[in-house]
């Protein structure tokens, strides 16, 4: 009797008589799960070496969104144009929200912009494997690369919003200064904090149901509550009377605040830009530190179990 078979008929007389842990003859017989959780070091080099497949699928998924459409890939641009012309309506002029605000327009896009990549990611995030069950239950690959494909399509989508801000913040008077060239750094610090909440989102999606539902009204309230139509110190400090600690908290126990002020920080003021303070690049590092090695470890931690049920 072969190896398998001998070990097929040891588990039935096992499982029937109660003999040995199933779990032991398989050791004994080097049996391993179809489906296993690797060693995080080997998850993560599986990842690299399916980043063309994830990049692929990042851009395939851009590329398609538009494709039914008659104006296709010119809407990656009309799309921040229409956006950028709404919110400034809305807010700067009809609710009046500019205040003393230098150049409320480039103020508001820049905040708008920052946001909706966070945003986008972490909703996108959330779907990611409960929008792709059949793929996770016909292939075998690891299941980190649906959200870390999302967080990229989105990153896509940013580039071209990126080109449209830099255009409105030249037309709205901003000098071009030596800070634009910080721009990347903050820009990668998001994605790593975007990739990590992604990653966080796309768990608790995969097990929530409901998630989806309540994801609207959870970034609804982060997006007031991150300044991105509204000067924090102003309207906290100045116009609520409330303690300068209270919007130090809301600046950087809030990430996506810390990224909005330190974009803004680069693009937008009066003298033409300047350096972000030390406690901004604190805030930002610290959040996609913490949430890029989080998200994966809490990510992995359930990978076996992703398509089940």
Request: aromatic letters at 12%; a positive charge; hydrophobic letters at 50%.
């Amino acid at each position: 009797m072969s190896q398998p078979e001998s070990a097929v008929a040891d588990a039935q007389a096992g499982g029937r008589g109660g003999q040995e842990p199933l779990a032991k003859l398989a050791a004994r017989y080097g049996l391993r799960r179809a489906i296993a959780r690797p060693r995080f070091p080997v998850y993560v080099r599986q990842l690299w070496e399916r980043r063309h497949f994830i990049l692929t699928y990042a851009t395939s998924r851009n590329v398609s969104k538009y494709s039914s459409s008659a104006l296709g890939q010119l809407w990656q641009i009309l799309t921040p144009l229409l956006n950028a012309a709404i919110y400034y309506v809305m807010f700067g002029l009809v609710l009046g929200g500019k205040g003393t605000i230098h150049n409320y327009p480039a103020f508001l896009l820049t905040g708008m912009f920052v946001f909706t990549y966070t945003q986008r990611s972490v909703t996108a995030g959330a779907k990611s494997i409960s929008g792709n069950l059949s793929l996770i239950r016909a292939l075998h690959f690891p299941r980190a690369s649906l959200p870390l494909a999302y967080t990229i399509q989105e990153l896509q989508q940013l580039a071209i919003s990126m080109g449209v801000l830099l255009v409105i913040v030249l037309i709205t008077g901003e000098p071009i200064a030596l800070t634009w060239l910080l721009m990347p750094v903050v820009l990668l610090l998001q994605t790593l904090f975007n990739v990590g909440a992604g990653l966080v989102m796309a768990r608790l999606g995969a097990s929530m149901r409901d998630l989806n539902q309540l994801l609207p009204f959870i970034t609804r309230t982060w997006l007031y509550a991150s300044g991105v139509f509204f000067s924090i110190q102003e309207k906290v400090v100045g116009a609520a009377h409330m303690p300068q600690w209270v919007a130090d908290v809301m600046y950087y126990a809030n990430p996506a605040a810390s990224y909005i002020e330190a974009m803004r920080d680069i693009l937008i003021t009066k003298d033409g830009g300047h350096v972000p303070p030390d406690s901004v690049w604190i805030s930002c590092v610290f959040w996609a530190v913490f949430a890029l090695c989080f998200g994966f470890w809490y990510f992995w931690r359930a990978e076996e179990r992703y398509g089940r049920g």
